[in-house]
């Protein structure tokens, strides 16, 4: 009986990641840069991609796919910015792609040069799914402390870019910028390692400059656009 | 086939429930306080357990169980000041019973007036595994918004107090402690809410405080002690 289950549970997780892969191929078609953000409760998602609203619209098409367990209140801040559809999981630790494809349906399904998925605040269950982004982005704020690359090491090994936030507060904490980047860099040692403060503008010029550089990648990586 | 395996899952939780019933007796027999510390990775539960063990130690037998997903980090900073095992959950996002009862053995199973559990890092799934704790405390620190409690309502609902850490940084972030408060107890209108700071001492008396009237509760339920 038990191996049975395993067997179902092992159908469900290739087919999800096939349509993940399938997903990802048409946002690269359409030319949309998907950003899968991730972090602990707390850690700062909501106000980073405030600052990136802030600092990107006008320029390139942005949209923002927000989940939480419970409530809108993410949604609600990031409305005046930018177009956003709040995920709720009714519970669960993570997102799923079903959810994330409904989301971008409520929008419209716009073309976009960006979208931004906030994942929900969980350190553990989002690095196991695939929501069909391009680069995940984990951020880790100063309050947290630079031990906890080696204490959640799926999370940082799945991720493409580390970004340490809250450098405002950096005086008044024990952290180590160095410490976070080498315990990163030593799970994941291809990890782009960069630090903001979204209160203050610090950093999101670079930050922003990352996102357009990856994009830029994934144009010429389709010289044949051919969306929808 | 699918029904089978939604009954598996009943007997297990009814069984994980049943083992929990039978352990906290055992604790409240022994008059053994036993403390599970929830919150989000890096709100300070290491940095309140090193505080309430230099207070305490001398006048009451305490011992601390700390679960991770992956390194020893948080049992190393505990080993000079308190007994203390490592439970390693190899990746899960939070500690179950069993594993539990295995740390104590490890220690010896020792007499104690206080067990303090130091659950893995994560706002969800430690909400949903009962340890045999007879007091579950969520930490929330002034650094993640005062916007958490609706946002993980589970955790804060089936927790009996919230400590509000990191006051030493309330000056430099938007976090309104009566904000805070109200939210935790539209969810849990019983909760116990204290507000400390692990490195400057502020607050850990009245979490002590709070700590032995738990256990003088405990003692008077239990008269006739009867342990092992």
Redesign the interface.
Known sequence: ?EA??IT?RRDVLAEAKASASIQREHFTRCGTLVVNLVS???AGKTSLLEATARSMTGRYRLAVLVG????D?DAQRLAPLVPVAQLSTG?A?HLELPLVQRGLKALGNPELDFLFIEN??????PASHDLAEHVRVVLL?T???D??P?????MFRTSHALVIT?L??LP??PFSLAAAAEDARRIQPAMEVMSACALDGRGIDRWCEYLVERRQQLLSMEPDRACR
Chains 1, 2 share one sequence.
């Open positions: 009986m049975q289950v179902i602990s409760p707390g939480d367990l419970e409530t209140r519970g630790c929900v605040g969980n350190l553990v269950c704020s309050t947290e402390g031990d906890k080696g204490k959640y090491p799926k809250k405002d507060l008044y904490v």
